[in-house]
């Protein structure tokens, strides 16, 4: 009986032990949890804080009108930082094709300049017109008017296109380097930020009366601060070839942007940062108007 109860004893002594040492390991292993969370959240707010200083960094030193010209990284802290400028008046903007909505009882207005313009680059792009314009149809029938303050909405995006049903894959990954949104429908295009990624862009700019190696040619004798005004642009080509399109090149061609986007992002080996700067050129200074943290299109 006395060798029974010693041996319940003893299991009970090693069950305890055993308890102990559980009880001793987890709680180990939730305060290394909670030491690394609070390292990665002190990463993470410093990475922030990189970004929002790197981005402040580039608005005052750097060339925004000259992207090619921008600083491509720099060191920050132990942290190298990575950057993208995106002219964002150097693409189509897709919130033009909404300046001739009308009311249902009205008569349809005549096609505008920048539907006339968007469809001649989506022929450059090899699409047959009835496929053009039945993708322009779908990308103008799917903006509604708000309610609200009674005014259309503008596009946000430019891959609020994928939804679409003429949108396919292969042809997004075309578009997207064309197509861009501005706060606003006016169409203004900065030749000067243009290069071979917007060639069909700069081919329907000119009707297509230039062949691609007379645009990579005119591209190539861009002066490295830009043409200064349309009269320099076309200034080597014979009247008679601009004729078809003096109008769009007259109402839609600029020389400077007002738009930019900024991606910042850091190769940091535990935690990836990403910032992405909507940027609005306001009198002579630049003002960011939107941030979103992390990665997208």
Request: hydrophobic fraction near 45%; charged fraction near 20%; aromatic fraction near 8%.
């Amino acid at each position: 009986m006395q060798r029974q109860q010693r041996g319940m004893a003893l299991l009970v002594v090693l069950l305890m032990i055993a308890m102990m040492a559980l009880l001793a390991t987890t709680s180990n292993q939730y305060g290394n949890l909670a030491v690394a969370q609070a390292g990665n959240r002190q990463a993470m707010l410093q990475a922030k804080w990189d970004l929002l200083g790197a981005e402040q960094w580039f608005l005052t030193t750097q060339p925004l009108q000259q992207p090619f010209n921008a600083a491509r990284q720099q060191q920050f802290g132990e942290q190298l930082l990575h950057f993208r400028l995106r002219d964002r008046q150097a693409c189509f903007n897709l919130n033009a094709l909404l300046m001739q909505r009308v009311a249902e009882d009205q008569q349809p207005a005549l096609p505008s300049l920048a539907r006339q313009l968007f469809l001649r680059m989506l022929g450059q792009l090899g699409l047959k017109k009835e496929e053009a314009d039945r993708l322009m149809q779908q990308l103008i029938a799917s903006v509604k008017p708000d309610p609200q303050v009674n005014k259309w909405r503008l596009f946000d995006e430019v891959s609020q296109l994928r939804t679409l049903p003429a949108v396919t894959p292969s042809l997004w990954q075309k578009l997207q380097p064309l197509l861009c949104v501005t706060p606003e429908t006016r169409l203004n295009i900065n030749v000067n930020g243009l290069t071979a990624r917007q060639m069909p862009l700069f081919s329907a700019l000119f009707a297509g009366q230039l062949s691609s190696t007379q645009l990579q040619s005119l591209l190539d004798a861009r002066p490295p601060e830009g043409w200064k005004d349309i009269h320099a642009l076309v200034s080597g080509i014979s009247s008679r070839t601009l004729e078809p399109a003096i109008a769009t090149l007259q109402s839609v061609v600029v020389t400077e942007s007002h738009y930019f986007e900024l991606l910042i992002w850091g190769d940091h080996p535990t935690i990836f940062s990403a910032l992405r700067s909507r940027i609005e050129q306001q009198d002579e200074s630049y003002r960011v108007t939107a941030r979103l943290y992390g990665l997208s299109e």
